[in-house]
């Protein structure tokens, strides 16, 4: 049980008994957004959190049938061979009426709501069919990475979902990867290990995400069908000048190593990150040194830079240009 409580207080001023309720909702609905087992005090920002929320909720419902949505693009780098592992597919929205609103605000409403339901199912339709381009280019892109959320995840329909749409679209399931997060893995393990198998046998590649930040633990990993794990960017950030946040990498990049997972870094954005990674032995990284998110049309124009970003960083090692001409 993780309770979130909101606190109100009446303080003298003319308030009505719904008032005062109404308040506490909004305190409790504060503590929920700020993570599990949290306490929040009743206060007047809260009122506009929540004619924010509000107005976001409005424009969310009907976001998808107004084309609101685009996909970005991020290239995800294998180390050992210098060719791009994937790229993960990234939302955006840019609202008519609220302008460009971050996955991180959107996001939790949209699985709050369901909506996040027909938006996941519309992303990975889009991410399969520029994966199928990439391949149909030539270009040495090995596949595409969606993020799944939770709720999608326990739907009894998601493993067909994923099936039908890779035949829809014709994209190789192993070209696939779905990313899903810890807190999956920790809430229903016997569930979670039936779907991930049913979507193992499709032959798609399985990945957690924002690894280290969440309660599972390394030797949980064991028990679930998956490829890689990606180590959340907080530990990234500072891993040149943090010693704990350094050893907790080496330890995730050994440990994964040693069940047979491969490693991938998030949020590398300098040199310094990426040579203390190659030195820890980590597999991919993805980040704005490599490149930031962007639309499939802007990436494809990108991909000379980073061609000529892995030339000076491997020297000859590559064995295949990322651009190939067309
Ligand atoms: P995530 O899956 O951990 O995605 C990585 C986030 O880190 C992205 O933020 C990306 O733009 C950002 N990032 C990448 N490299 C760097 C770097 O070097 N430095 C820094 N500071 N940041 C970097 P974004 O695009 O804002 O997405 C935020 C979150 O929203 C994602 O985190 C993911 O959890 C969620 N999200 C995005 N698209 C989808 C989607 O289609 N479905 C679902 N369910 N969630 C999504
Ligand atoms: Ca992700
Ligand atoms: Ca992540």
């Known amino acids: 049980m993780t309770p979130s409580v909101g606190i109100a207080k009446h303080d003298g001023a003319a308030l009505t008994p719904e008032q005062l309720l109404r308040h506490a909702e909004q305190a409790m609905n504060a503590a929920k957004s700020t993570g ?16 924010r929320r509000f107005a976001l909720d409005a424009q969310l419902k009907h976001a998808l049938e107004r084309g609101e949505f685009t996909v970005h693009y991020q290239p995800q780098l294998d180390l050992a061979s210098g060719e791009l592992y994937a790229c993960e597919a990234l939302l955006r929205w840019k ?13 939790p409403l949209a699985e709050e709501n369901g909506y996040i339901l027909d938006i996941g199912a519309w992303v990975l339709e889009q ?28 739907q009894p329909g998601f493993a ?11 994209l ?23 779907t991930l198998t049913a979507l193992k046998a499709i032959g798609v590649r399985l990945s957690i ?63 310094e990150h990426l040579e203390r990674l190659m030195a820890a032995g980590c597999d991919e990284i993805q980040g704005y040194w490599l490149g930031r998110p962007q639309p499939a049309e802007a990436l494809l124009e990108d991909l000379e830079r980073i061609d000529a970003l892995l030339d000076r960083l491997h020297r000859g090692v590559r064995a295949t240009p990322i651009a190939r001409a067309s």
Not at 95 to 107: Q, T
Not at 160 to 170: H, K
């Open 95 to 107: 609202s008519a009426r609220l302008g460009p609103v971050f996955p991180d605000e959107f996001i």
């Open 127 to 154: 991410a399969c069919r520029d994966a199928v381009t990439w391949s149909e280019r030539d270009l040495s892109i090995r596949g595409v990475a969606v993020n799944v959320s939770v709720l999608q995840f326990i």
């Open 160 to 170: 067909p979902l994923v099936r039908d749409t890779l035949a829809r679209t014709g």
């Open 36 to 51: 599990t087992g949290a306490i929040r005090l009743y206060d007047e920002s809260m009122d506009a959190e929540a004619q």
């Open 209 to 271: 995400d924002d690894f280290g930040t969440g309660y599972s633990s390394l030797s949980q990993l064991k028990h679930f069908p998956i490829d890689r794990i990606k180590i959340d960017r907080a530990f990234i950030r500072d891993l040149h000048t943090d010693s704990q946040d350094a050893a907790i990498t080496d330890a995730i990049i050994a440990m994964a190593g040693s069940l047979g997972l491969r490693v991938l870094a998030e949020g590398v954005e300098t040199e």
């Open 172 to 194: 190789e399931p192993g070209s696939l990867e779905l990313e899903i997060t810890e807190s999956l893995l920790a809430a229903d393990t016997q569930s979670a290990v039936a």
